[in-house]
């Protein structure tokens, strides 16, 4: 079987999909390194709903998602930037998504980190800024899930300057009950996000976010950092105080800071381990065993692919994420919350499929070559 996928200007190329996919089992979780996969959420596609409306979401498909991660042993960051906080998923519709993932995480025993923001406000003072992460944070503490401190539009842009964010983290910090995860996402995927911690300057700015965490060390588990600059990630894991932990936000360089050096290593907690979950699980477990050759040599394989799916705008990397749990069927339909699913070229669903397909991540390679082809017909590329 062959099917021809199109190229930016409509060129068609014959590819030859897989036969089989990887043999990729359930397992239990890792014992060399905690792993999180940012998971992506399942609208509903019979509401009717416009991409200004409240999120319709799936709440069936989207926590059989969660079980299928846990299922492998990740452990699910949830109410991300992969599930579209902020854009498609408001605070209302994170809420409701924190409680239902918490109360299945408890059911199966799944490990969950919930994203605690502040986009129930526009915008406002840094004392309003603080109200709202500390509404957040006391819903996703209620939950029993841990909580991760991620980066605020609303902060951004009402500090004056390092001073706001050390006394508006200070604050959560000190009355956080149990040790959070610090999440700094750089401007390539949340442009409002320019200027974080106070700074345009990256080196100014580590100096404030270490500065918080040095005053409160006891009180932050780990940083998740997604800057997409690995030597930056390395030196900031350097000057972290011991005892906590860098989880890499690096959709780009991921293998190498994983595996890490003679110095240390990273963490994870990545959106590009919502497709590859199955297979960075395995990874994992031969990274347990102390084979980091042989961890390599399943991971980098799959970099091309993150790659492309992150590529600028890096903030539409979800599109290609939803798109590949629709070809490999872990959900019915390729609709997104926002009308996301139109933020992506036909080109680059072609190149997501070929480069997904080359690494076996599909279950049914049959089904995702039907899927393709349906696409492909919707926009009028014959077979």
């Given at each position: 079987?062959?099917?021809?996928?199109?190229?930016?200007?409509?060129?068609?190329r014959?590819?030859?999909?897989?036969?089989?996919?990887?043999?990729?089992t359930?397992?239990?979780?890792f014992?060399s390194?905690?792993?999180?996969?940012?998971?992506?959420?399942?609208?509903?596609?019979?509401?009717d709903?416009?991409?200004?409306?409240?999120?319709?979401?799936?709440?069936?498909?989207?926590?059989?998602?969660r079980?299928?991660l846990?299922?492998h042993?990740?452990?699910?960051?949830?109410?991300?930037?992969?599930?579209q906080?902020?854009?498609?998923?408001?605070w209302?519709?994170a809420?409701?998504?924190?409680?239902?993932?918490?109360?299945?995480?408890k059911?199966?025993?799944?490990?969950?980190?919930?994203?605690?923001g502040t986009?129930q406000?526009?915008g406002?003072t840094?004392?309003?800024?603080r109200?709202a992460?500390?509404?957040?944070?006391?819903?996703v503490?209620?939950?029993?899930?841990?909580?991760?401190?991620m980066?605020?539009?609303?902060?951004a842009s009402?500090a004056?300057?390092?001073?706001?964010?050390l006394?508006?983290?200070?604050?959560?910090?000190?009355?956080?009950?149990?040790?959070?995860?610090?999440?700094?996402?750089?401007?390539?995927?949340d442009?409002?996000?320019?200027?974080?911690?106070?700074?345009?300057d990256?080196?100014?700015?580590?100096?404030?976010?270490?500065?918080v965490?040095a005053?409160?060390?006891?009180?932050?588990?780990?940083?998740?950092?997604s800057l997409l600059?690995?030597?930056?990630?390395?030196?900031?894991?350097?000057?972290?105080?011991q005892?906590?932990?860098?989880?890499?936000?690096?959709d780009?360089?991921?293998p190498?800071?994983?595996?890490g050096?003679?110095?240390?290593?990273s963490?994870?907690l990545?959106?590009?381990?919502?497709?590859?979950?199955p297979?960075?699980a395995?990874?994992?477990?031969v990274?347990?065993?102390?084979d980091?050759?042989?961890f390599?040599?399943?991971?980098?394989?799959?970099?091309?692919?993150s790659r492309?799916?992150?590529r600028?705008p890096t903030r539409f990397?979800?599109?290609g994420v939803?798109?590949?749990?629709?070809?490999?069927?872990?959900?019915?339909?390729?609709?997104?919350?926002g009308?996301l699913?139109?933020?992506r070229?036909?080109?680059h669903?072609?190149?997501a499929?070929?480069?997904?397909?080359?690494?076996?991540?599909?279950p049914k390679?049959?089904?995702?070559e039907?899927?393709?082809k349906?696409?492909?017909?919707?926009y009028?590329v014959?077979?």
């Amino acid at each position: 079987m062959t099917i021809r996928l199109p190229g930016v200007g409509g060129e068609l190329r014959t590819y030859n999909p897989r036969t089989e996919p990887l043999a990729l089992t359930a397992g239990a979780p890792f014992t060399s390194r905690t792993v999180f996969s940012a998971a992506h959420v399942v609208a509903d596609p019979y509401a009717d709903t416009t991409p200004d409306s409240p999120a319709a979401v799936d709440w069936d498909a989207t926590l059989a998602f969660r079980r299928h991660l846990w299922s492998h042993g990740l452990g699910v960051a949830e109410a991300m930037d992969t599930a579209q906080r902020g854009m498609g998923l408001d605070w209302a519709g994170a809420a409701e998504l924190i409680r239902r993932s918490a109360a299945e995480a408890k059911a199966v025993g799944g490990r969950i980190a919930c994203g605690v923001g502040t986009d129930q406000i526009a915008g406002g003072t840094p004392a309003e800024v603080r109200a709202a992460y500390e509404e957040q944070l006391a819903l996703v503490e209620e939950s029993g899930a841990q909580a991760i401190l991620m980066a605020s539009r609303a902060l951004a842009s009402a500090a004056s300057g390092p001073e706001d964010y050390l006394e508006v983290y200070g604050h959560l910090l000190r009355q956080a009950t149990e040790p959070v995860i610090l999440h700094w996402l750089g401007p390539m995927f949340d442009p409002a996000l320019a200027g974080y911690w106070g700074s345009s300057d990256l080196d100014a700015a580590t100096d404030t976010f270490l500065e918080v965490i040095a005053a409160h060390p006891d009180k932050v588990d780990g940083i998740k950092v997604s800057l997409l600059d690995a030597r930056r990630e390395v030196d900031l894991r350097r000057r972290l105080p011991q005892g906590v932990r860098c989880y890499t936000g690096d959709d780009f360089n991921y293998p190498e800071l994983i595996a890490g050096d003679e110095k240390g290593f990273s963490h994870a907690l990545l959106g590009i381990f919502d497709p590859l979950g199955p297979l960075a699980a395995e990874a994992v477990r031969v990274l347990d065993t102390g084979d980091v050759k042989g961890f390599r040599e399943l991971l980098d394989p799959t970099v091309d692919l993150s790659r492309h799916l992150f590529r600028p705008p890096t903030r539409f990397y979800k599109t290609g994420v939803v798109f590949l749990a629709w070809l490999a069927g872990h959900q019915d339909h390729f609709t997104m919350v926002g009308g996301l699913q139109s933020a992506r070229s036909l080109p680059h669903f072609a190149k997501a499929y070929e480069l997904a397909d080359g690494l076996g991540l599909f279950p049914k390679p049959e089904l995702a070559e039907a899927r393709m082809k349906t696409l492909l017909s919707l926009y009028g590329v014959d077979q």
